[in-house]
């Protein structure tokens, strides 16, 4: 069926060129001729599947074991199309069809709808492109990770990222807005030469018609292709469904009663960037035939993990309003999701952050603790310094804090900022100023070299691998692990508690398109070094656990030796005490998960208002003792 109906375009597109172009004038020429289109608009249509089939899926079209109607179908029509498109090129050369100043003169009307074509046309293609390029380089996207970045800065992103997106939506949409607006815009109409006679085709205003019907249609074809990848109906659900969910679980840091142990632990957090469990051996409870985090599962004999499998290494399920880096660094910090902005509060101003919020570094401050924040990238990406800066007044050492203490070079520029190698060099250079201070500190850092696309190859990452991110992977595992060896062997050790979490999972789309859909997909996460006698919790604490990122906002307090009244911060609930998580609370295992995931995508009233925006005073809570 494939076969015959791809030769009948053929048949077709060679018919139309015979009887209304007028190629072939004896019988045999026509017979010739509709045999040439046949073999050319075949050729060329079963080429260009090839390439486009074969770039996507990685395999070839021609070799399908069986092809679907839909399939055959498609092919049909694209074969047709490629057989008029190469007819009317043949036609052009030939001389039968040919192009000339219109006689219809046009009106201002008639160029404001060129005018409009043409900006439909690139709205449209923009549209399709942009949604293409996000599916292919973040792969699942969420809604609200897609509105929450176009309101937030986007400055310090990867040039790799930046480069793809240039080379890709942008360089695409501009070269068929170009070449449309040539055929929008043209005052030369389309004629055919028969037997001495100018027949035209259509007229400059029928062009003129047909370029505003087919923009139009672009247009509504890539929103709805945009609305349809994106799941974007979900944004109704997130401006204008209304939940009671938040405000009747919410646990208000400002009331709860909490007791710090009087000799203070310090805290060292280490977002992992997209670190999942993914990359650990089957028989741990990963996916990969090695296991390329073995430094990191061999460390996490020394600690505690929470998972939610009855045994081996799982961790928390992504959830709305957490799927991103800037997005889990709020969860984790306040117990709560990252909601889409509403009014003027967009996460990219100074003191407009979740001004309403309370985050662990509120708390920490106000306990008289130095809190640090370092990575390798600007902390202008995504609003972090506002956030940061505003909660916990934070010492941001980032890659712009690097240039001005002349760490690196002003014109230093790899990856998003500089690599992970010499970023845990002045890490530990910061501990150890942290701890001179002679107060409680609290330091956090994220790693990057592992982000997508495909991760960062530094010079002394080692590749052994075919793949280039499992290299990736394999060393930032060690690195990571040779890290905390250097911690456990300072002074300060024995006060300080470490966590290792994976901020998200990886978005390198590619690393993951023949995986079983079936594997769940989980951070890794480990707290080394909590307070005397959580490393000892009972089994049923650490598995077959349901939670979402916001859990570690009381769980690293807890891990600090932190007693806190009720087990809960925000939404988040602490893991050693063994008190059901909200997940856990409404269902079982993943029922209890896609609960929450979707009352996380409802509006909330109590959010916008008490959350989003606020009076940024200083954090007080009368209620926090030591014990």
């Given at each position: 069926m494939f076969?015959?109906?791809?030769?009948?375009?053929?048949?077709?597109?060679?018919?139309?060129d015979?009887?209304?172009?007028?190629?072939?004038?004896?019988?045999?020429?026509?017979?010739?001729t509709?045999?040439?289109?046949?073999?050319?608009?075949?050729?060329?249509?079963?080429?260009?599947?090839?390439?486009?089939?074969t770039?996507k899926?990685?395999?070839?079209?021609?070799?399908?074991?069986?092809?679907?109607?839909?399939?055959?179908?498609?092919?049909?029509?694209?074969?047709?199309?490629?057989?008029?498109?190469?007819?009317?090129?043949?036609?052009?050369?030939?001389?039968?069809?040919?192009?000339?100043?219109?006689?219809?003169?046009?009106?201002?009307?008639?160029?404001?709808?060129?005018?409009?074509?043409?900006?439909?046309?690139?709205?449209?293609?923009?549209?399709?492109?942009?949604t293409?390029?996000?599916?292919?380089?973040?792969?699942?996207?969420?809604?609200?990770?897609?509105?929450?970045?176009?309101?937030?800065?986007?400055?310090?992103?990867?040039?790799?990222?930046?480069?793809?997106?240039?080379?890709g939506?942008?360089?695409?949409?501009?070269?068929?807005?170009?070449?449309?607006?040539?055929?929008?815009?043209?005052?030369?109409?389309?004629?055919?030469?028969?037997?001495?006679?100018?027949?035209?085709?259509?007229?400059?205003v029928?062009?003129?018609?047909?370029?505003?019907?087919?923009?139009?249609?672009?247009?509504?074809?890539?929103?709805?292709?945009?609305?349809r990848?994106?799941?974007?109906?979900?944004?109704?659900n997130?401006?204008?469904?209304?939940?009671?969910?938040?405000?009747e679980?919410?646990?208000?840091?400002?009331?709860?009663?909490?007791?710090?142990?009087?000799?203070?632990?310090?805290?060292?957090?280490?977002?992992?960037?997209?670190?999942?469990?993914?990359?650990?051996?089957?028989?741990?409870?990963?996916?990969?035939?090695?296991?390329?985090?073995?430094?990191?599962?061999?460390?996490?004999?020394?600690?505690?993990?929470?998972?939610?499998?009855?045994?081996?290494f799982?961790?928390?399920?992504?959830t709305?309003?957490?799927?991103?880096?800037?997005?889990?660094?709020?969860?984790?910090?306040?117990g709560?999701?990252?909601?889409?902005?509403?009014?003027?509060n967009?996460y990219?101003?100074?003191?407009?952050f979740?001004?309403?919020?309370?985050?662990?570094?509120?708390?920490l401050?106000?306990?008289?603790?130095?809190?640090?924040?370092?990575?390798?990238?600007?902390?202008?990406?995504?609003?972090?310094?506002?956030?940061?800066?505003?909660?916990?007044?934070?010492?941001?050492?980032?890659?712009?804090?690097?240039?001005?203490?002349?760490?690196?070079?002003?014109?230093?520029?790899?990856?998003?900022?500089y690599?992970?190698?010499?970023?845990?060099?002045?890490?530990?250079k910061?501990?150890?100023?942290?701890?001179?201070?002679?107060?409680?500190?609290?330091?956090?850092?994220?790693?990057?070299?592992?982000?997508?696309?495909?991760?960062?190859?530094?010079?002394?990452?080692?590749?052994?691998?075919?793949?280039?991110?499992?290299?990736?992977?394999?060393?930032?595992?060690?690195?990571?692990?040779?890290?905390?060896?250097?911690?456990?062997?300072?002074?300060?050790?024995?006060?300080?508690?470490?966590?290792?979490?994976?901020?998200?999972?990886?978005?390198?789309?590619?690393?993951?398109?023949?995986?079983?859909?079936?594997y769940?997909?989980?951070?890794?996460?480990?707290?080394?070094n909590?307070?005397?006698?959580?490393?000892?919790?009972?089994?049923?604490?650490?598995?077959?656990?349901?939670?979402?990122?916001?859990?570690?906002?009381?769980?690293?307090?807890?891990?600090?030796?932190?007693?806190?009244?009720?087990?809960?911060?925000?939404?988040?609930?602490?893991?050693?005490?063994?008190?059901?998580t909200?997940?856990?609370?409404?269902?079982?295992?993943?029922?209890?998960w896609?609960?929450v995931?979707?009352?996380?995508?409802?509006?909330?009233?109590?959010?916008?208002?008490?959350?989003?925006?606020?009076?940024?005073?200083?954090?007080?809570?009368?209620?926090?003792?030591?014990?």
């Open positions: 076969i015959f109906l791809a030769l009948l375009a053929g048949a077709l597109a060679g018919l139309i015979v009887f209304i172009v007028g190629r072939g004038k004896k019988p045999v020429g026509k017979i010739f509709v045999l040439g289109d046949m073999f050319a608009s075949n050729f060329i249509s079963i080429f260009a599947t090839e390439y486009i089939y770039l899926n990685k395999v070839s079209v021609l070799y399908l074991e069986e092809y679907s109607w839909r399939v055959c179908l498609l092919h049909f029509l694209f074969t047709f199309v490629i057989g008029l498109v190469w007819i009317l090129v043949i036609a052009f050369f030939d001389g039968n069809v040919f192009c000339k100043k219109d006689s219809v003169k046009l009106r201002k009307t008639m160029t404001a709808v060129s005018v409009v074509s043409v900006v439909l046309m690139a709205l449209g293609m923009a549209a399709f492109t942009g293409v390029w996000s599916k292919e380089t973040f792969g699942a996207v969420d809604p609200d990770q897609l509105i929450v970045n176009l309101f937030s800065p986007s400055e310090g992103t990867s040039s790799e990222v930046m480069d793809t997106l240039w080379r939506p942008v360089l695409q949409t501009a070269a068929v807005t170009f070449l449309f607006a040539f055929f929008a815009f043209s005052t030369r109409a389309l004629y055919l030469r028969r037997k001495d006679k100018e027949i035209r085709l259509f007229s400059v029928f062009r003129k018609i047909i370029a505003l019907i087919l923009s139009a249609a672009m247009l509504a074809g890539g929103i709805a292709f945009g609305v990848e994106f799941q974007l109906k979900t944004l109704y997130m401006y204008y469904t209304e939940s009671d969910f938040i405000a679980n919410f646990a208000d840091p400002r009331e709860v009663k909490m007791q710090f142990p009087k000799k203070k632990r310090n805290l060292i957090h280490i977002y992992l960037e997209s670190m999942e469990n993914t990359y650990i051996s089957k028989d741990m409870g990963g996916y990969m035939s090695e296991n390329l985090m073995k430094p990191l599962t061999d460390l996490a004999e020394e600690g505690v993990t929470f998972s939610h499998r009855s045994e081996g799982g961790g928390p399920v992504a709305k309003g957490c799927t991103w880096s800037v997005a889990s660094m709020v969860n984790m910090t306040t709560l999701p990252m909601k889409v902005p509403t009014g003027g967009d990219g101003s100074p003191g407009n979740l001004p309403g919020a309370v985050t662990i570094g509120d708390i401050k106000a306990q008289g603790y130095e809190q640090t924040l370092m990575f390798g990238a600007t902390a202008k990406f995504g609003g972090l310094n506002f956030f940061y800066e505003s909660h916990g007044d934070f010492n941001i050492l980032d890659y712009d804090a690097a240039k001005e203490k002349g760490w690196i070079p002003e014109d230093y520029k790899v990856w998003w900022g690599e992970d190698d010499k970023l845990f060099e002045f890490a530990k910061e501990l150890i100023r942290l701890n001179e201070t002679g107060k409680p500190f609290h330091f956090v850092m994220e790693t990057a070299d592992t982000h997508f696309p495909d991760g960062y190859v530094g010079p002394n990452t080692p590749t052994p691998r075919d793949n280039q991110y499992a290299n990736v992977i394999a060393y930032s595992a060690d690195e990571v692990t040779k890290f905390v060896r250097w911690i456990q062997k300072q002074p300060f050790y024995k006060d300080t508690t470490i966590v290792l979490i994976g901020d998200h999972l990886s978005m390198d789309k590619n690393f993951f398109k023949d995986m079983d859909t079936g769940l997909r989980t951070t890794f996460n480990l707290i080394i909590p307070a005397k006698g959580l490393n000892d919790i009972p089994k049923e604490r650490r598995f077959n656990r349901w939670w979402f990122n916001g859990d570690m906002f009381p769980t690293m307090l807890s891990a600090m030796g932190v007693k806190i009244e009720g087990e809960r911060l925000g939404l988040g609930t602490n893991l050693f005490s063994g008190k059901p909200l997940m856990e609370e409404n269902g079982k295992g993943e029922k209890g896609k609960y995931d979707e009352k996380f995508s409802y509006k909330s009233d109590m959010y916008n208002a008490n959350i989003l925006v606020g009076n940024n005073e200083p954090f007080k809570n009368t209620n926090i003792k030591q014990h």
